[in-house]
């Protein structure tokens, strides 16, 4: 076997493999005794008719089409072997020429390259900022409510008050196809002026405020325009009409801060304890969305600075789970893919090109340039911090699984082994992030072996916000495929 090679733009090689002429023979043979072992001929048994009688009866450019994929299968590996190729996905056979030399001609997706450039030169400042005492009070006044006794009052809604609300939502211009009505007679009950960050309001921020000057069976009607950045993302720039229904208002009555206040909680005998641990919950979120944004950003530029190659086939694989991804979540919300396109008024292919290609395309590189960035720095993963891992995971999966369901499903080794590899990422993620962090805030010198991870605060009253973890694009099988493939350009 003579082999040639020529590098394509598209990070794919094109191989040609030369043979004797006379060397599909044999595997005309082999396919001809294939043939003969599927083929039911009167007077032979399965697999003994001769070599003539298959060709008499299916004629041989059929014994020649089965042999070129026999030769196929045979070759390719030591084809692939021998040009050292290593391969990200299957190869095509796109041509074969049948003079004397025989040639093969097939077209191989190369794995992805990542050359991180001058990474270490990057820099970006990490300054989180500290908790502010308003946020504890807010907290703390939050935690008050919780306890507050309710008493009605005959009066008019004012701030701090609880009320009980029924509210009629519409959209004002729905997009075509759009269900216009949102809410149709909800009750719902909420403290005016009320500001949970981690709830982020209900139906929006500030929604209180508006009810402030009604009595009970008074209505009011105001509208709303969405941000684009909004939580909601059907009603992301959406105006839309609110007609709401104050039914009562309960003056709360709320209990003293100090020592009392703090055991009710159970965990402290101070209510300086207590406002500790809400300032520790409180920092430890802040750091949480804090170190997501910086992580993106310093992403962001490490993946900029780095030259990264791919076939289209890697690109075409992580489309594929971005949509798979994106299907998934809708079925939870009881939605089909096609109503979701309705919604955003989008058809399928425009939706494709605009909004799932640059997410993959996005998604792709920055597992890359992760994966790169671990292999240089040689960021490991220890056996302690995987096992924390897990315990967290399983303590995560516990608060929305029966623990019986979730014993009997761990028993599965499929399900564990999932388990493991989920926690190995985000311990492997974490560890890479705090490497660039270093590196960024120039801590780092020389390349670290391992990184110990963070002690995580015990939560207060509300877990603490996570942060999502990138996909390993996965490797695909290096068998080549038949069919040709269509032109396209490198990603």
Known sequence: MKITTEARDDHQMKVVAEFEADSLEKYKKQAAHKIAGKAKIPGFRPGKAPYDVISRLYGEPAIEEEAIELMVEDIYPRMLDE?????????????????????FTFIVPLEPTVDLGKYREIRK?????????????????????????????????????LVYIKIDAVILEPAEGEKAELLKDSPLQLVIGENDPEENGFPYPGFGDALIGLSADEQKKFTYTYPADSRYEKLQGKEVEFNVTLQSVKHLTLPELNDEFAKMFGEYETYDQLKDAVKAQIEARNNADYDSDYFDALLDKVTEAATIKYPPQVLDHEIEHVVEDITH?????????????????????????????????KRLERSLVLDEVS???????????????VTTILGEISQSVDTKKLEKQLKSERVANALTMQAANRVLNRNVFNRLKDIATGKADEPAVEETAPAKPKSTTKKAAKKAESDTPEKAPAKPKKSKPASESAE
């Open 329 to 361: 979540d809708l079925s939870n919300k009881h939605m089909e893919l096609d109503a979701y396109l309705k919604t955003i008024n989008k058809e399928k292919d425009a939706w494709m090109e605009e909004e799932i290609k640059p997410a993959a395309r």
């Open 83 to 103: 040009a050292k190729i290593n391969p990200a996905a299957p190869g095509t056979l796109e041509d074969i020429s049948k003079e004397d030399p025989l040639k």
């Open 125 to 161: 400042e990490y300054a989180p900022k500290p908790v502010k005492k308003a946020e504890i009070d807010e907290f703390i006044k939050r935690l008050q409510r919780t306890y507050a006794t309710a008493e009605p009052v005959d009066r008019p809604a004012a701030k701090d008050d």
């Open 375 to 389: 292999r240089v720095e040689k960021i490991q993963v220890g056996k302690e911090e995987l096992q924390n891992e």
